[in-house]
């Protein structure tokens, strides 16, 4: 059974010293702090679990940098998105699978180690299925494999354009399912899930602008206890639809019609009134925030203080890859709340620090949205481990709390030194060991798209 004496390890009563872990099978099997036998495998650093990166558009990745200029007078989500749509459009599951490995090998060496990936680009260009209509979904899979990155494969169900059952747009038809297509990219991904050595399938009813509360019914019910994901309240414009359409907000819209548990895991949500915030607090659902895309594509701020003083679960995404960083995600996630609020330290809960706070909130987050055993160090759990480098500038000189405190708001560069998934080792003296060939690969289909 592989063994390591880690230096010094975040566990779940807090920090320990020279920490033993075995694992077998991916699988922690033994955790002993205070260990003073004989180690063969002793790895310096500090030791933290495995977090879940809750919301990813892998291709979206490709064209990270391509929409900062201002094409109208007022540019916005809805602009955004049309380019993002034209970008879609030249997806293939080659393209799609070199653009979601790079994606994968930065996540993984900013300390995360699974990733949700919400998948809605399914068919041919022309909008008809391919021959297995789960290829795209396979390609994401197989990226995966191949960057070592825990995967929960989320195929996103999208039947509609807007509320009240708008007819889809030109540049949807990508997406379009009806239930039993859907089925069987489904089945495809959790074939593909099924092979990697942490991997679990979901489903991703879009939003309420593309699945209807009938639909929800028939998913939820048909597809068994994994996780559900759905994009909600991200946009304004999107809040006034759904009132319009159905005289209620997307939040109370969708608790008011189905019984939305800890499966859940909801996008966004920036847009809720007290009332929203607290049914999502005691709901036991995920709220999915995705700071640095929001902040990137002007949504608005997720009341963050409001909702974990209820005590309300959330994780972080890296969403449309724009810049991909869990500590950055953190970072920006409680200074938007500083910036609100004219004050400091908003999100804490003392006696842990702000960093703390927001790692353990989102590790636990993350694993329970992604329906993986990680997040935590502790028998039986995933051994997905990432070191930290505490000779690192950024890290030099602190301890216990104070390490995630500034590894998250104080490092320029990168203080991850090793990341572990299920036991494997994929990140190597800050870099992946397959990275060479996926920048290699990311770098033919960049070139190949701007020509
Ligand atoms: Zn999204």
């Not at 191949?146 to 747009?169: C, K, M, N, Q, W």
Request: proline share 5%; charged share 20%; hydrophobic share 45%.
């Amino acid at each position: 059974m592989p063994e390591a004496v880690f230096e010094r390890a975040l566990l779940p009563e807090g920090w320990r010293e020279k920490v033993r872990i075995a694992w077998e099978a991916g699988r922690i099997a033994a955790v002993e702090p205070d260990f003073g036998g004989p180690a063969e495998t002793r790895i310096a650093g500090t030791l933290v679990p495995g977090t879940g990166n809750l919301h990813s558009h892998a291709f979206q990745r490709g064209f990270a940098g391509l929409t900062e200029r201002r094409g109208q007078a007022s540019d916005h989500f809805w602009t955004w998105r049309e380019a993002m749509y034209r970008f879609a459009g030249a997806m293939n599951p080659q393209r799609l699978k070199a653009i979601a490995a790079l994606a994968q090998v930065e996540m993984l060496e900013s300390g995360f180690t699974a990733v949700a990936e919400f998948h809605y680009v399914h068919h041919q260009p022309d909008g008809r299925p391919y021959d297995d209509p789960a290829a795209m979904a396979v390609a994401v899979a197989e990226a995966a494999a191949e960057t070592g990155i825990g995967l929960t494969l989320l195929p996103v169900f999208y039947a509609h354009g807007g509320f009240s059952d708008r007819p889809a747009g030109e540049g949807q038809k990508r997406f379009l399912c009806d239930p039993d297509l859907f089925a069987r990219i489904v089945e495809g991904a959790k074939a593909a899930t099924g092979a990697l050595a942490s991997g679990r399938t979901g489903i991703a009813p879009h939003s309420l602008r593309a699945a209807n509360v009938a639909e929800l019914r028939l998913l939820t019910a048909a597809h068994g206890d994994g996780p559900v994901h759905i994009h909600i309240a991200e946009q304004t414009a999107e809040v006034a639809d759904c009132e319009a359409a159905t005289g209620r907000r997307p939040v109370d819209y969708l608790f008011d019609s189905l019984d939305v548990d800890s499966r859940w895991c909801l996008i966004h949500a920036t847009h809720v009134t007290a009332g929203e915030v607290a049914r999502m607090a005691a709901s036991g659902a995920v709220v999915g925030l995705c700071p640095v895309t929001e902040a990137d594509l002007g949504d608005g701020l997720f009341p963050a203080v409001d909702y974990t003083t209820l005590g309300g679960r959330w994780g972080v995404g890296s969403d449309s890859n724009v810049l991909i960083s869990l500590p950055q995600e953190l970072r920006l996630l409680e200074q938007g709340q500083r910036l609100r609020d004219r004050a400091r330290n908003r999100l804490a809960k003392p006696p842990l620090s702000t960093g703390r706070t927001l790692f353990e909130a989102a590790a636990a987050g993350g694993a329970q949205a992604l329906g993986l055993p990680l997040g935590v160090l502790a028998t039986g759990a995933s051994a997905d481990f990432v070191v930290l480098d505490d000779d690192h500038p950024a890290l030099v000189g602190r301890s216990g709390d104070g390490l995630l405190d500034a590894w998250i708001f104080a490092a320029a560069g990168n203080p991850v030194r090793d990341v572990f998934v299920a036991g494997r080792q994929v990140v190597k003296d800050g870099v992946h060991v397959a990275r060479a060939a996926a920048e290699a690969a990311f770098a033919a289909v960049a070139r190949e798209l701007a020509a």
